[in-house]
């Protein structure tokens, strides 16, 4: 007998036996969401890509880590195809939620060229998790089992976090050629775009990812994000990490104009592995706390602020526009 594929089916079981036995794993999320409307605006912070054991960072630090950095909730993304050194499962950010219910929006992500992915996603569903993330693993854009996963994500109204990367080794390549494709296709799963080729976009001139992966210097305007998030509201920027913080901070003048052209669509995010927020264990970066600093330089508007720390990711999540 196959033993993966058996214990893959005992794991369905026990998650429809949870959703039978009426585990309410919501009702808390949505009590606390409650006492947070009471918090004065702009202090709410969510950050829409956080992982756990990044550099080996145990749950108790990714909570450090969040108070030190003002975070009050993250979408906290699995990787179980261990990429980007990070081999993080999806029953760990489970538990992790049952132990931190108020702080960790859990979110599942499981390796899709196995053949019961589908089975796998729908009872992460059942077990609470409320979207995949972080899609990334060797397999072009236009995949058919990239498309499956994106599908169903439209059928269960969830969010998903794309790592987008054109190099030779990357990670769901071709972005220009098919990402409008399922932004069209599938309007309600809002897709969540990050890392280096997203970014990248943000110029109408991108040089080849063979030449870098991280372009500076002036931005050419007419790029291709700028025309998928005016055409599409169902697409999200993820700022998160080098890839975000180094294309924003390229040419801020456009930066501001670019926050200004999509208010609604920008998603304040980390990626941060530090355990203290002051760049512990990370070469003395925080990668949440040089993003809040210059966000709160280039949006002087303070609602316009909370929606980007705060109201976008919730929209995103929730899938009410
Ligand atoms: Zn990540
Ligand atoms: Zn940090």
């Given at each position: 007998?196959?033993?993966?594929?058996?214990?893959?089916?005992?794991?369905?079981?026990?998650?429809?036996?949870?959703?039978?036995?009426?585990?309410?794993?919501?009702?808390?999320?949505?009590?606390?969401?409650?006492?947070?409307?009471?918090?004065?605006?702009?202090?709410?912070?969510?950050?829409?890509?956080?992982?756990?054991?990044?550099?080996?960072?145990?749950?108790?630090?990714?909570?450090?880590?969040?108070?030190?950095?003002?975070?009050?909730?993250?979408?906290?993304?699995?990787?179980?195809?261990?990429?980007?050194?990070?081999?993080?499962?999806?029953?760990?950010?489970?538990?992790?939620?049952?132990?931190?219910?108020?702080r960790i929006i859990p979110f599942c992500q499981t390796d899709i060229r196995q053949p019961d992915v589908l089975d796998r996603i729908r009872a992460y569903h059942l077990l609470g998790c409320r979207g995949i993330g972080e899609q990334k693993e060797h397999l072009r854009l236009d995949d058919k089992r990239v498309e499956a996963v994106i599908a169903l994500c439209d059928e269960l109204n969830w969010p998903i976090t794309i790592h987008f990367q054109d190099s030779a080794n990357g990670y769901n390549q071709g972005m220009a050629e098919h990402l409008e494709t399922y932004l069209k296709r599938y309007r309600r799963v809002r897709i969540i775009g990050h890392a280096q080729t997203f970014w990248a976009n943000i110029s109408a001139e991108v040089p080849s990812p063979d030449r870098t992966l991280y372009p500076t210097g002036p931005v050419r305007p007419g790029g291709l994000l700028d025309k998928l998030l005016s055409d599409y509201p169902n697409l999200y920027a993820d700022m998160s990490a080098g890839s975000g913080y180094r294309a924003l901070t390229r040419d801020e003048d456009f930066t501001a104009g670019f926050f200004d052209r999509h208010p609604g669509q920008i998603l304040f995010g980390s990626d941060c592995p530090c355990r203290d927020g002051a760049g512990e264990n990370f070469k003395g970066v925080c990668y949440s706390t040089q993003l809040q600093r210059l966000l709160r330089k280039l949006i002087p508007d303070e609602s316009r602020l909370d929606d980007a720390f705060h109201n976008n990711a919730m929209r995103a999540l929730d899938g009410v526009a």
């Open positions: 007998m196959n033993t993966a594929r058996h214990s893959r089916r005992l794991f369905v079981q026990a998650a429809t036996a949870a959703l039978v036995s009426g585990s309410a794993l919501r009702r808390p999320f949505e009590a606390q969401a409650a006492d947070e409307k009471q918090l004065p605006t702009p202090n709410r912070l969510l950050d829409c890509h956080l992982h756990i054991n990044h550099f080996d960072r145990s749950v108790e630090d990714t909570i450090r880590h969040m108070d030190q950095t003002g975070t009050t909730k993250a979408f906290v993304l699995p990787l179980e195809t261990g990429e980007g050194n990070v081999l993080l499962r999806s029953e760990t950010v489970l538990h992790a939620f049952h132990l931190y219910k108020d």
